[in-house]
C-alpha cells in the first residue's frame, strides 16, 4: 500500500511539474507577444474576448468598421480577437512590407472554414504545401498559354452577346445572370479543357447557381470567429448548408478530373514520347498539365490535392470576371462621358465591325478599357480584403509584429486613400494613365493582391474581361440606371445585384 501511494504521489508531482512547466512557457511566450504589441494603437477590448464581439456585430459591414478604425487610429491600428492579436494595415508602405516578407506567406486561421470547400488548395494550404502547388500550377497561366485561349474568349462573348439581344429596350436585369454562366464557359473550355454549353439553359449549372451563397457564407464564416476551429464546423447549421451546396460542385470537379486522367492514361504514349524525340512539349492548360503531373510524379500530387486545387481555380476564376465586368458595365452606364471614350477607342481598333474576332493584339491595344477596368476594381475590388499570419517577427512601421499575428489588409480602404487618389470615391479612369499612376507607391492598388500570393490568374483575368467588355461594347450602348450611392452599400458581400439596361 505503501509503495502504490508513493508511486501515485510521485507521479501527481511529475504531472504537476510538467503543466507548471507548460503553463510558465506559454505565459512566457504569450507576454512577449502582448508585450510587442502594447505600442499599437487600438479599441480596449474586454478581458479575454478583446474586441471579438464589435467584430461580430459588425461582421455584415466590417469595411465601415474597418474604416472608423482607420480614421480613429491610423494606418497601423490594433484588435484582439479573443488571444489573437489582429493588426489592420491601410498605408501602402507597410502592406508592401507584410506582401513581399517571406516571413508572412501563411494564411490565419480565419481562412479554416473555406477548407470545407477548397480543401487543401492554394487559398488555405500550409506553406510548404502552397510553395509545391504554386510552383506546378505556375507555368500554366503563362501569357503564351492565355494567348491561345483568346479565340475561345471571343466565341462565348458572342454567344453571351447574342442572349442579351432579348433584353434589348426591356427592364433593367442583373448582369451576372449572363456574364456569370459565360466566365464558367470560358474557364471550361481553357485551363479546364472540358467543352461547357451553358449560356442560356434554363436550369443553371450548379457552379453558377450555388457559388455565389457559397462564397458569401465563406465570408461570413471568415468574420465569425468561433467557426474559425475544425472542430466547431460541425455543431454549425453553416457547415451543413455549405456542405449541401458544395455537393454537386465536388461531384462535378471529380468527374472531370477522373476524365481527364483516365484519357491521359489512354493517350499517354503521344505525351511521353515527345521527350525522346526533337519535338518541343505540347503547351498544356491547368488541368491537363497538373494530371500528367499526378501520373507521371507518384507521390508528389495526390488526386484529392488536385481536385480541391480545380475546384479553388473554378471559383477564382468565374465568380471574380464575372463581377468585375457586370460593374464596369453598370458604372459605364453611369458615366455615359466613359463609354463613349471606350467605343471611340474601339472603333479605332476594328473600325464599324461589330463581330470581328478579338485578338492578342487588339486586347493590347485597348489602353483605355483597361483603365476602365482598373478604376472599378479600385471601388469595388471583388476581394475588398486579405490577411496574412505572421510566421516570424516582423518590423512594419515602427512596429515588431510577433509571430502569430494575423495582419489585415482592407484593400476597399487602401483603393480610396486620398492621399494617392484625390477625390477617392469619384470614378475617373484617367487616374491609370501613365502620368498619374508614376508617382504612386506599388501597394496604393492592389486588386490582385501583391508578392509571392498574388493572383496566378491576374493576365487570364485582363484578357477575359476585356474580350466580354469589347464585345458587347461594340454590339449595345448600356443605359444609365440606378445611382453610385446605391453602389456605395458595398458591404463584405462579393455578389450584389447589378444591374444594367441596354
Ligand atoms: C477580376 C479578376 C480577379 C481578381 C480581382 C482576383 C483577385 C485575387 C486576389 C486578391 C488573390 C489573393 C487572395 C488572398 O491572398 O487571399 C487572388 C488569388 C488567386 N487567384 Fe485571382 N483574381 C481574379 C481572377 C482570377 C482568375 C481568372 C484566376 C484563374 C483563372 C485566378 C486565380 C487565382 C489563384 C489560383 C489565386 C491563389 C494564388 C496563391 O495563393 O498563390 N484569379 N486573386
Given at each position: 500500500?505503501?509503495?502504490?501511494?508513493?508511486?501515485?504521489?510521485?507521479c501527481l508531482?511529475?504531472?504537476?511539474?510538467?503543466?507548471?512547466?507548460?503553463?510558465?512557457?506559454?505565459?512566457?511566450?504569450?507576454s512577449?507577444?502582448?508585450?510587442?504589441?502594447?505600442?499599437?494603437p487600438g479599441?480596449t477590448g474586454?478581458?479575454?474576448?478583446?474586441?471579438?464581439?464589435?467584430?461580430?456585430?459588425?461582421?455584415?459591414?466590417?469595411?465601415?468598421y474597418l474604416?472608423?478604425?482607420?480614421?480613429?487610429y491610423?494606418?497601423?491600428?490594433?484588435?484582439?480577437?479573443?488571444?489573437?492579436?489582429c493588426v489592420?494595415?491601410?498605408?501602402?508602405?507597410d502592406i508592401?512590407v507584410?506582401?513581399s516578407s517571406?516571413?508572412?506567406?501563411?494564411?490565419?486561421?480565419?481562412y479554416n472554414?473555406v477548407?470545407?470547400?477548397?480543401?487543401?488548395?492554394?487559398l488555405t494550404?500550409k506553406f510548404?504545401?502552397?510553395?509545391?502547388?504554386?510552383?506546378?500550377?505556375?507555368?500554366?497561366?503563362?501569357?503564351?498559354?492565355i494567348?491561345?485561349?483568346?479565340?475561345?474568349?471571343?466565341?462565348?462573348?458572342?454567344?453571351?452577346?447574342?442572349?442579351?439581344?432579348?433584353?434589348?429596350?426591356g427592364e433593367?436585369?442583373?448582369m451576372?445572370?449572363?456574364?456569370?454562366?459565360?466566365?464558367?464557359?470560358?474557364l471550361?473550355?481553357?485551363?479546364l479543357?472540358?467543352?461547357?454549353?451553358?449560356?442560356?439553359?434554363?436550369h443553371q449549372h450548379s457552379?453558377v447557381?450555388?457559388?455565389?451563397?457559397?462564397?458569401?457564407?465563406?465570408?461570413y464564416?471568415?468574420l465569425?470567429?468561433?467557426m474559425w476551429?475544425?472542430?466547431?464546423?460541425k455543431?454549425?447549421?453553416?457547415?451543413?448548408?455549405?456542405?449541401?451546396?458544395?455537393?454537386?460542385?465536388h461531384?462535378?470537379?471529380?468527374?472531370?478530373?477522373?476524365?481527364k486522367?483516365?484519357?491521359?492514361?489512354?493517350?499517354?504514349?503521344?505525351?511521353?514520347?515527345?521527350?525522346?524525340?526533337d519535338?518541343?512539349k505540347?503547351?498544356?492548360g491547368?488541368?491537363?498539365h497538373?494530371?500528367?503531373?499526378?501520373?507521371?510524379?507518384?507521390?508528389l500530387?495526390?488526386i484529392?490535392?488536385?481536385?480541391?486545387?480545380?475546384?479553388?481555380?473554378?471559383?477564382?476564376?468565374t465568380d471574380?470576371t464575372?463581377?468585375?465586368?457586370?460593374?464596369t458595365?453598370m458604372l459605364?452606364g453611369l458615366h455615359?462621358?466613359v463609354?463613349?471614350?471606350?467605343l471611340?477607342?474601339?472603333?479605332?481598333?476594328f473600325?464599324?465591325d461589330t463581330?470581328r474576332?478579338?485578338?492578342?493584339?487588339d486586347?493590347?491595344?485597348?489602353?483605355?478599357?483597361e483603365?476602365?477596368i482598373?478604376?472599378t476594381?479600385?471601388?469595388?475590388?471583388?476581394l475588398p480584403?486579405?490577411?496574412?499570419?505572421v510566421?516570424e517577427?516582423?518590423?512594419?512601421?515602427?512596429?515588431?509584429?510577433?509571430?502569430?499575428?494575423?495582419?489585415?489588409?482592407?484593400?476597399?480602404?487602401?483603393?480610396?486613400?486620398p492621399?494617392y487618389f484625390?477625390?477617392?470615391?469619384?470614378?475617373?479612369?484617367?487616374?491609370?494613365?501613365?502620368e498619374?499612376s508614376?508617382?504612386?507607391?506599388?501597394?496604393s492598388?492592389i486588386?490582385?493582391?501583391?508578392?509571392?500570393k498574388?493572383?496566378?490568374?491576374?493576365?487570364?483575368?485582363?484578357?477575359?474581361?476585356k474580350?466580354?467588355l469589347s464585345?458587347?461594347?461594340?454590339?449595345?450602348?448600356?443605359?444609365e440606371h440606378?445611382?453610385?450611392?446605391e453602389m456605395?452599400?458595398?458591404?463584405f458581400d462579393?455578389?450584389?445585384?447589378?444591374?444594367?439596361?441596354?
Amino acid at each position: 500500500m505503501d509503495v502504490l501511494q508513493s508511486w501515485t504521489f510521485c507521479c501527481l508531482s511529475a504531472a504537476n511539474v510538467a503543466i507548471i512547466s507548460i503553463a510558465v512557457r506559454w505565459y512566457f511566450h504569450r507576454s512577449r507577444y502582448f508585450q510587442l504589441g502594447t505600442g499599437i494603437p487600438g479599441p480596449t477590448g474586454i478581458p479575454l474576448l478583446g474586441n471579438t464581439c464589435e467584430v461580430i456585430a459588425y461582421r455584415e459591414d466590417i469595411l465601415s468598421y474597418l474604416k472608423e478604425l482607420r480614421d480613429r487610429y491610423g494606418a497601423v491600428c490594433k484588435l484582439w480577437v479573443g488571444p489573437l492579436q489582429c493588426v489592420v494595415l491601410s498605408d501602402p508602405k507597410d502592406i508592401s512590407v507584410i506582401l513581399s516578407s517571406s516571413k508572412t506567406l501563411s494564411k490565419p486561421m480565419m481562412y479554416n472554414p473555406v477548407s470545407i470547400v477548397f480543401g487543401n488548395s492554394l487559398l488555405t494550404a500550409k506553406f510548404e504545401d502552397w510553395k509545391k502547388f504554386r510552383k506546378l500550377m505556375e507555368p500554366t497561366f503563362s501569357n503564351r498559354i492565355i494567348d491561345s485561349y483568346v479565340s475561345t474568349f471571343h466565341e462565348k462573348s458572342q454567344r453571351m452577346a447574342d442572349l442579351l439581344q432579348e433584353r434589348c429596350h426591356g427592364e433593367p436585369f442583373n448582369m451576372a445572370d449572363y456574364s456569370l454562366p459565360c466566365a464558367l464557359e470560358m474557364l471550361s473550355e481553357t485551363s479546364l479543357g472540358v467543352p461547357m454549353n451553358i449560356q442560356g439553359k434554363s436550369h443553371q449549372h450548379s457552379v453558377v447557381e450555388n457559388f455565389p451563397k457559397i462564397i458569401e457564407l465563406g465570408a461570413y464564416s471568415i468574420l465569425t470567429p468561433w467557426m474559425w476551429f475544425h472542430w466547431t464546423h460541425k455543431f454549425q447549421s453553416f457547415y451543413y448548408e455549405v456542405i449541401s451546396l458544395v455537393k454537386p460542385i465536388h461531384d462535378f470537379v471529380t468527374r472531370i478530373v477522373k476524365d481527364k486522367t483516365d484519357s491521359y492514361l489512354g493517350s499517354r504514349k503521344p505525351y511521353v514520347t515527345p521527350e525522346a524525340t526533337d519535338k518541343p512539349k505540347p503547351r498544356l492548360g491547368f488541368l491537363e498539365h497538373m494530371v500528367s503531373t499526378m501520373v507521371e510524379n507518384p507521390g508528389l500530387l495526390s488526386i484529392e490535392e488536385l481536385q480541391d486545387q480545380t475546384m479553388f481555380v473554378i471559383a477564382a476564376g468565374t465568380d471574380t470576371t464575372a463581377y468585375t465586368v457586370a460593374t464596369t458595365l453598370m458604372l459605364l452606364g453611369l458615366h455615359q462621358d466613359v463609354q463613349r471614350k471606350v467605343l471611340q477607342e474601339q472603333a479605332s481598333i476594328f473600325g464599324e465591325d461589330t463581330s470581328r474576332p478579338v485578338t492578342t493584339r487588339d486586347l493590347q491595344q485597348m489602353a483605355y478599357l483597361e483603365k476602365v477596368i482598373n478604376e472599378t476594381m479600385r471601388l469595388y475590388p471583388i476581394l475588398p480584403l486579405v490577411a496574412r499570419r505572421v510566421d516570424e517577427g516582423v518590423s512594419v512601421n515602427s512596429y515588431t509584429l510577433p509571430a502569430g499575428t494575423i495582419v489585415v489588409i482592407p484593400i476597399y480602404l487602401v483603393h480610396r486613400n486620398p492621399e494617392y487618389f484625390p477625390n477617392p470615391d469619384t470614378f475617373d479612369p484617367d487616374r491609370f494613365s501613365r502620368e498619374n499612376s508614376g508617382s504612386r507607391p506599388a501597394c496604393s492598388f492592389i486588386p490582385f493582391s501583391y508578392g509571392r500570393k498574388m493572383c496566378l490568374g491576374k493576365s487570364y483575368a485582363y484578357m477575359a474581361m476585356k474580350t466580354m467588355l469589347s464585345v458587347l461594347l461594340r454590339r449595345y450602348v448600356v443605359l444609365e440606371h440606378g445611382s453610385r450611392d446605391e453602389m456605395e452599400c458595398f458591404k463584405f458581400d462579393f455578389f450584389f445585384e447589378i444591374q444594367i439596361w441596354v
